[in-house]
């Protein structure tokens, strides 16, 4: 009589913990060679391509009976909207906004600059008496921050191939996300596969529970600050220079939680200072207040979803930042997101 056959792979603990380090020197690997846009646009290619197959399965499930030509169908249809939907967004944007497109480093460069001259001439922004208040020290300290501003324009100058290679990475990436996300499903696993299989499961969780929220988060300050820029201030008669620049700034700030509020409010309010102090105070006011809401909607969702502190947060953030620059402020939250699942997987906190 025949014996019957185990109902999955054996995971040895060895299995396991080369599992582990398999995830871990990839996701070394990704931060050293510079390809986290990849990274992340492949767990959104996947997300999206299976969030538009639901969708469209279920749009479609009143008037075919097939489920599973259904279910194919489907898929294809969301993958080839996932890959072509940039394609003809950048396609708009090149006709009507190429200059900005092609030449956005540059432009981030005179930003910069514009606002290392702005912290320069501050005691000329200012009222002469309240000019008269600000200490002796104060001017080395605006020439301190005016030469950290120049400097980083001068790194902006040469960004141009960086920039177009993210970007291209990025695209990379949504292509793998939305073709694995309609791959058939594997059938019988390998020990090392399933277990590989179990951490990306995690990782994707942990994607979709924090980077997701943010970008929502993002959306709504990037909305309001667009409002307030475009709509506001020009009623005032305070419209601020770099508009379009800041308020894409602000959706990318804004992607990295806490950090880039506080790194949005200053650059807005030095923009603001260049106009009169009265715009600057607009501007910080109106910061401020958005950002109070948004930090309620950061507690509830992200806090509650990862079971994160704002120390913890702000801890890895800090760290990450001084091993891999810019790119370990983005990475940090999801990266110690994913951590915090596994080690909660296997009921070590």
């Known amino acids: 009589m025949a014996l019957p056959a185990p109902a999955g792979p054996v995971l040895t603990r060895g299995v396991v913990i080369a599992s582990y380090l398999l995830v871990a020197g990839t996701l070394l690997l990704v931060m050293w060679r510079g390809l986290l846009p990849g990274l992340l646009c492949v767990c959104l290619g996947f997300l999206l391509t299976r969030w538009l197959t639901g969708c469209l399965v279920k749009a479609t499930r009143r008037v075919s009976n097939t489920p599973v030509r259904t279910l194919r169908l489907a898929q294809v249809a969301a993958a080839g909207v996932v890959m072509l939907l940039p394609l003809v967004l950048l396609a708009i944007g090149l006709t009507h906004s190429r200059g900005y497109l092609v030449e956005a480093p540059q432009q981030y460069r005179e930003l910069l600059d514009y606002m290392a001259r702005t912290v320069l001439e501050l005691r000329l922004k200012l009222p002469p ?146 106009v009169s102090p009265l715009a600057a105070a607009a501007c910080l006011g109106f910061l401020i207040l958005i950002h109070k809401a948004e930090y309620v909607i950061n507690a509830k969702v992200v806090g509650r979803r990862t079971h994160m502190g704002v120390w913890e947060l702000l801890s890895v953030m800090f760290v990450a930042e001084a091993v891999f620059g810019p790119a370990g402020l983005v990475a940090a939250p999801l990266f110690y997101a994913y951590l915090k699942k596994e080690l909660v997987a296997v009921r070590l906190v």
């Open 129 to 274: 008496d309240m000019a008269a208040h600000l200490p002796e020290g104060a001017a080395e300290i605006q020439r301190t921050i005016a030469a950290y501003l120049g400097a980083k324009a001068g790194a902006l100058a040469m960004a141009g191939r960086a920039w177009l290679a993210g970007l291209l990475f990025a695209y990379v990436g949504l292509l793998i996300g939305a073709l694995a996300a309609v791959r058939p499903p594997p059938g019988d696993l390998r020990p090392l596969a399933q277990a590989l299989r179990t951490r990306i499961i995690l990782f994707g969780e942990a994607f979709r529970q924090i980077v997701a929220a943010q970008f929502w988060i993002a959306a709504f300050n990037t909305v309001l600050t667009a409002l307030f820029l475009l709509f506001v201030l020009p009623m005032w008669d305070m419209a601020l220079p770099y508009t379009p620049m800041l308020i894409t700034f602000t959706f990318v700030a804004g992607l990295v939680p806490i950090v880039g509020n506080l790194v949005c409010n200053v650059v807005i309010t030095i923009v603001g200072l260049s």
